[in-house]
Nanobody
C-alpha cells in the first residue's frame, strides 16, 4: 500500500507559479506516478506522469508550463506549475500505480492523495 500526501496548493494570479509536492510512503521499484486535476463539474484529467524509468508524459494543456519531477531519496513527487491560467483552477491529486506503464486514465491508478487546491484569478 502506498500512502500519498500532497502539499503546496494555493491562490495565485494569472501568470503566477506554484510548486506542488507529494510525499509518498514508499516508491516501489517499478511504478508510474502522476498528477491529475479535477475542476468543478468536470472529469478528473491527467496533468503529467513520470515512470520509474524516468519517462514523462504531459497533457497538451500542461506542455511547456508544467514540469513533473521526483526525488527518489525523499520519496517525493513534484509538480512545478508556471504561467498559471484561470483554467488551471482545480483540485490537484497525486496518484500512483505499480508497474512502469503510465496511462492517461485516472482509473488505472490505485493510490491517491487527498488533493490540494490551486486557484488562479485573472
Amino acid at each position: 500500500r502506498i500512502q500519498l500526501v500532497e502539499s503546496g496548493g494555493g491562490s495565485v494570479q494569472t501568470g503566477g507559479s506554484l510548486r506542488l509536492s507529494c510525499a509518498a510512503s514508499q516508491f516501489p521499484s517499478s511504478y508510474c506516478m502522476g498528477w491529475f486535476r479535477q475542476a468543478p463539474g468536470k472529469e478528473r484529467e491527467r496533468v503529467a506522469t513520470i515512470a520509474s524509468d524516468g519517462t514523462t508524459k504531459y497533457a497538451d494543456s500542461a506542455k511547456g508550463r508544467f514540469t513533473i519531477s521526483q526525488d527518489n531519496a525523499k520519496d517525493t513527487l513534484y509538480l512545478d506549475a508556471n504561467n498559471l491560467k484561470p483554467e488551471d483552477t482545480a483540485v490537484y491529486y497525486c496518484a500512483a500505480k505499480i508497474g512502469v506503464t503510465c496511462y492517461s486514465s485516472s482509473s488505472m491508478f490505485s493510490y491517491w492523495g487527498q488533493g490540494t487546491q490551486i486557484s488562479v484569478s485573472s
